[in-house]
């Protein structure tokens, strides 16, 4: 089999592609900028407030977003100790497990109440 030709057509329709990607690597780098001052702005309030839950759950969500899942996995399981009656920390703990592959961890998770 011959070697791949680079025929003006192949390279026009490369530069096509990259040129359409443009628009979303600089939607993806702008949100993960917009999600690293959205960590910075819930951390800041998490210090002015540890009690008001919503704070910790929007954190933990960002983290994710971020790539941060062991960060997220961290500031829920503090949020479960702190606050055992709490279905919805248990819940995110449940899907952060999931998607870390830890199937019994996920499932006792999402069976507390």
């Known amino acids: 089999m ?3 030709s680079r025929s003006p057509r192949r390279l026009a329709d490369r ?3 990259r040129a359409l990607d443009v628009p979303a ?3 993806r780098a702008a949100t993960l900028k917009q ?3 959205a ?3 819930f951390e800041a309030a998490l ?3 540890e009690v008001y839950l919503p704070i910790r759950y929007r954190l933990s ?3 994710v977003d971020l790539g941060d899942i062991d960060g997220a996995r961290k500031a829920l399981e503090r949020t479960t100790r702190e606050h055992p009656d709490q279905a919805v920390a248990f819940a995110m703990l449940g899907q952060i497990s ?3 592959k830890r199937y019994t961890d996920a499932i006792e998770n999402l069976q507390r109440r």
């Open 2 to 4: 011959p070697p791949r």
């Open 15 to 17: 530069s096509r592609r």
């Open 25 to 27: 690597r600089r939607h």
């Open 35 to 37: 999600n690293a001052e």
């Open 39 to 41: 960590r910075a702005d």
């Open 47 to 49: 210090k002015l407030d």
């Open 61 to 63: 969500d960002t983290l």
């Open 98 to 100: 999931m998607r870390q």
